[in-house]
């Protein structure tokens, strides 16, 4: 299914309170799997993600490719699958933060955040 074609009960699954599974690859294509929180721009099509700069999802990401989160909960789950990118844009990690702060809570302020983007170009599931 294309992110622009999921209807409203899995839009509301994505502002619903989950964690979720983060999937990148590390440089020998092994896969990294690792619990986020996240949020879901339907409009921009983006999972935005905030973390540390020196984190291995952050290394991961910054030798790009694909990425993907899942979230499940009983028998509702969603993968959101695309490209990831890292940005240190001080409006880009903001925004990111404005977002997990609305569908999580408030994050502690850090010096070294960065964002990581997904452009969701694949979503599988049922919600």
Same mark, same amino acid.
Do not use: C
């Given at each position: 299914?294309? !992110? %622009?074609? #999921? !209807?409203?009960? +899995? /839009?509301?699954? /994505?502002? $619903?309170?989950?964690? +979720?599974?983060?999937?990148?690859?590390? =440089?020998?294509?092994? !896969?990294?799997?690792?619990?986020?929180?996240?949020?879901? %721009?339907?409009?921009?099509?983006?999972?935005?993600? @905030?973390?540390? *700069?020196?984190?291995?999802?952050?290394?991961? +990401? =910054?030798?790009? &490719?694909? *990425? +993907?989160?899942?979230?499940?909960? &009983?028998?509702?789950? /969603?993968? /959101?699958?695309?490209? @990831?990118?890292?940005?240190?844009?001080?409006?880009?990690?903001?925004? *990111?933060?404005?977002?997990? =702060?609305?569908?999580?809570?408030?994050? $502690? !302020?850090?010096?070294?955040?960065? =964002? #990581?983007? @997904?452009?969701?170009?694949?979503?599988?599931?049922?919600?």
């Amino acid at each position: 299914m294309r !992110p %622009d074609e #999921l !209807p409203e009960s +899995a /839009l509301e699954f /994505l502002r $619903e309170y989950h964690l +979720a599974s983060l999937t990148t690859l590390r =440089a020998d294509g092994s !896969p990294h799997v690792v619990p986020v929180g996240f949020s879901w %721009d339907p409009e921009a099509g983006l999972v935005r993600i @905030i973390t540390r *700069a020196g984190s291995q999802k952050v290394r991961n +990401a =910054a030798r790009g &490719g694909r *990425a +993907a989160v899942s979230q499940v909960d &009983g028998g509702r789950w /969603l993968t /959101l699958e695309g490209t @990831i990118t890292v940005t240190q844009d001080p409006d880009r990690v903001a925004e *990111a933060v404005r977002r997990y =702060a609305e569908r999580f809570r408030q994050p $502690e !302020p850090r010096e070294d955040r960065v =964002a #990581l983007e @997904i452009t969701v170009d694949r979503v599988l599931g049922r919600a």
